[in-house]
């Protein structure tokens, strides 16, 4: 096509674009319905439901705001980075359709007969279908005050597994969506953490059951619209018998008193057709390079890990990094023996509240002899709005949010041959 041609191609193209008339319930609906609404619907975790015409044309410009700048839906790793099997984003084109409708007016449109359904708030059923499953709940369910101030709690869930299971998905049973807003699960199998159950996060007692060295520091890590975590076929996660699972709870903050009583479901699979069980690696305050981890008051200093060289060649599931409310940003790669970069995870603007398990979209091949690296910045100074000490302090490592942690943890199997598809 010659240049001409083109120019005019283009001018018909956009031409057509500008005259397409976009409305609520032919264009913009089915976005918010595969994007928005599992968290935007009455009961849902999200400020408002965006289930109506009503409740969208009246929010239309801040609507077409937040998506514009990518931060709704929510998921804050670099995409040009690392992809993933379960990222979350509008696509550009999604995004001018939005945008291209407000400018039009935010107009209804023909009512559609398929209005938009609303999923149902707090569904409990198991998810994965023709999987047998064990579930434990918490023991009683906890009264989360009406005070409006954010609560974090610890419970203990003992399984009372009498032999070892194999976990092909972890599924998080939310109690009440609307004030649960992420958790963490680890493991214990020395039984000393069960003083812990019903705990608040702040609880002096707390830094003593820190120092058990658990099982799993982050079996899963749940929040919103991350329900269930699936192992690659032919892989599982070992959960020994005794294990005690160990629940830490956000509460997001109420004006009014709600019961939560949630849970975590494990689909088993016999351990015949585990080929590979899944092992978890976690890189923490010892892998630190530059120690130690303290971040005085008023600084905004860089921590960096290093670990490695590796001794297997592996292959790489997921990648979930974790620090708290001082955060920054956070990366990292792993860089093979030749020097090959392997990107994993960058978040230039970390977001306490939506921490997630990244999944790679295949196995990531890792060879034997590769060293893994991470860069965290953080922000200890009084301007930093997220600082939960004011004034600022110094700031040490601890589980509580108001103290730091920098975290780097990678479900794994051992590598073989075709996992990574180039
Ligand atoms: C995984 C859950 C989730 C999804 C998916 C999601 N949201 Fe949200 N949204 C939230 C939560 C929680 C908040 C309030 C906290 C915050 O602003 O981060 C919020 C806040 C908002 C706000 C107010 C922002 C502000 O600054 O007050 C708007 C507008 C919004 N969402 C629109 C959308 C749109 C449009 C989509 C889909 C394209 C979407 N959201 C998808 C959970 C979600």
Same mark, same amino acid.
């Given at each position: 096509m010659n240049l001409r041609l083109l120019g005019i191609f283009l001018l018909?193209?956009?031409?057509?674009?500008?005259q397409k008339k976009? /409305?609520?319930?032919?264009?913009?609906? *089915?976005?918010?319905?595969?994007?928005c609404v599992e968290c935007h619907h009455v009961g849902g975790i999200g400020p408002f439901p965006l289930t109506t015409y009503e409740n969208v044309a009246k929010r239309a410009k801040f609507i077409a705001k937040v998506t514009d700048s990518r931060y709704m839906p929510p998921f804050r790793a670099d995409l040009s980075f690392q992809r993933y099997a379960n990222e979350r984003g509008l696509t550009a084109e999604e995004i001018n359709t939005i945008g291209e409708w407000v400018k039009q007016g935010a107009k209804p449109g023909k009512v559609s007969k398929k209005s938009i359904a609303e999923k149902r708030a707090g569904k409990l059923e198991p998810t994965l279908v023709g999987t047998s499953w064990l579930e434990f709940d918490m023991a009683n369910s906890y009264e989360v005050k009406g005070t409006g101030k954010e609560d974090f709690?610890?419970?203990n869930l003992p399984t009372h597994l009498e032999k070892d299971v194999y976990v092909k998905a972890i599924e998080f049973k939310v109690g009440n969506r609307k004030v649960l807003h992420h958790s963490r699960l680890m493991t214990d199998t020395t039984r000393t953490m069960r003083g812990i159950d019903g705990m608040a996060e702040a609880d002096p007692r707390v830094a003593e059951f820190q120092k058990t060295p658990l099982e799993e520091q982050f079996l899963?890590?749940?929040? *919103?619209g991350n329900d269930r975590i699936d192992f690659p076929r =032919? /892989?599982?996660?070992?959960?020994?018998a005794g294990t005690d699972l160990l629940l830490n709870m956000h509460y997001a903050p109420s004006s009014i008193d709600?019961?939560?009583?949630? =849970?975590?479901?494990f689909y088993l699979t016999d351990s015949a057709s585990v080929e590979r069980e899944v092992r978890t690696l976690t890189l923490t305050e010892?892998?630190?390079?530059?120690? *130690?981890?303290?971040l005085p008051a008023e600084t905004k200093p860089t921590f960096y890990m290093s670990y490695g060289p590796t001794q297997q060649d592996v292959s790489l599931i997921s990648v979930l990094p974790h620090m708290h409310f001082l955060g920054k940003t956070f990366r990292a790669f792993a860089i093979t023996a030749g020097g090959e970069l392997i990107p994993l995870v960058k978040i230039d603007e970390w977001d306490y509240n939506w921490q997630m398990t990244y999944q790679f979209r295949?196995?990531?091949h890792l060879p034997r002899g590769s060293t893994i690296i991470a860069e965290a910045t953080y922000d200890n100074t009084s301007q930093n709005p997220e600082n939960p000490n004011q004034p600022a302090r110094e700031v040490t490592y601890g589980w509580d949010s108001t103290s730091e942690m920098m975290n780097l943890v990678l479900y794994y199997v051992p590598a073989r041959e075709g996992d990574t598809k180039k």
């Open positions: 018909i193209s956009s031409w057509c674009f500008s976009i /409305t609520y319930y032919a264009d913009v609906a *089915p976005i918010l319905q595969n994007n709690r610890y419970f899963y890590g749940w929040v *919103p =032919g /892989t599982a996660k070992r959960i020994r709600e019961q939560d009583r949630s =849970g975590v479901r010892s892998d630190i390079t530059n120690q *130690p981890f303290v295949e196995l990531l």
